[in-house]
């Protein structure tokens, strides 16, 4: 089986499905059960500490690993701070680092990220940062101790798809110790499968579903999308060419005038 490991935990989906913009909380569970993701990530502010009947955690199925996000942070200290709120609150250790400070194209502060990134992962958090694609900061991320690299293919929310995809491509060639989670601006299914055959390991989407008009069925297309598009890459695309080559040969005709 083509198992994804990430700080030695295998999934068999390579779908990350966000939980955020869905029109209601039995809404997102539905998209869930039926994407097949295995991981999803919750904002910390979405989090009812208070444990009440409406708690977005009583409506994510229990096999399922939450990734907490460090969404609202606007540095590295901030970031922190959520974080060990989320594991005290029972979260877990697993957290996506996004520290943000440009409210305008909400692009994530890479050197912040970093710094954070440092931190947590000395103390046993399961780092999983949200970037910028940039080779330097990748590679500053698996030093410093990150489970995975989860570079942007567009604005976050924008679905413009992988506008990033030059970057990625270096990323993936470099980057070969932990895993490559392609995370924002995927809109559709077409975009999630074309960033598996560059050999990405995972995608993460969030508003492409939420917002589409059927959550659920999108959420399935999507879980889709990436199986196919991982397959067509272990099985090997064949090379592009500048000119046509004919799939059967122009000698040998049944008929041949004279």
């Known amino acids: 089986m083509d198992e994804l490991i990430i700080a030695g935990q295998k999934l068999t989906s390579r779908f990350f499905l966000g939980t955020g913009k869905f029109a209601g909380k039995e809404l997102m569970r539905a998209a869930i059960e039926q994407s097949g993701a295995e991981v999803v990530t919750v904002a910390l502010r979405r989090v009812d500490l208070q444990q009440t009947a409406e708690n977005i955690l009583n409506f994510v199925p229990p096999n399922v690993r939450l990734l907490?996000?460090?969404?609202?942070?606007?540095?590295?200290?901030?970031?922190?701070?959520?974080?060990?709120?989320?594991?005290?609150?029972?979260?877990?250790?697993?957290?996506?680092?996004?520290?943000?400070?440009?409210?305008?194209?909400?692009?994530?502060?890479?050197?912040?990220?970093?710094?954070?990134?440092?931190?947590?992962?000395?103390?046993?958090?399961?780092?999983?940062?949200?970037?910028?694609?940039?080779?330097?900061?990748a590679r500053a991320l698996v030093k410093a101790g990150a489970a995975?690299?989860?570079?942007?293919?567009?604005?976050?929310?924008?679905?413009q798809g992988l506008q990033t995809r030059h970057l990625l491509e270096v990323l993936r060639q470099e980057i070969a110790e932990v895993p490559l989670i392609v995370d924002a601006g995927i809109g559709a299914p077409s975009q999630a499968a074309a960033a598996m055959e560059m050999g990405c390991d995972a995608v993460l989407v969030n508003t492409a579903v939420a917002a589409a008009d059927d959550p659920v069925a999108m959420a399935r297309a999507f879980s889709l999308a990436v199986r196919a598009g991982r397959a067509a890459y272990l099985a090997g695309q064949a090379p592009a060419s500048a000119g046509a080559s004919a799939s059967s040969p122009l000698t040998g005709f049944l008929y041949n005038d004279k």
């Open 148 to 159: 995975a690299v989860m570079p942007l293919g567009a604005l976050i929310g924008s679905n």
């Open 68 to 137: 907490v996000n460090t969404s609202g942070a606007r540095s590295a200290d901030e970031a922190v701070r959520i974080a060990r709120l989320g594991r005290a609150a029972g979260a877990g250790a697993w957290i996506k680092i996004e520290v943000i400070s440009d409210s305008r194209h909400l692009l994530p502060d890479n050197q912040e990220t970093v710094k954070a990134a440092e931190i947590l992962a000395a103390e046993g958090f399961t780092v999983l940062p949200y970037i910028s694609p940039d080779l330097y900061a």
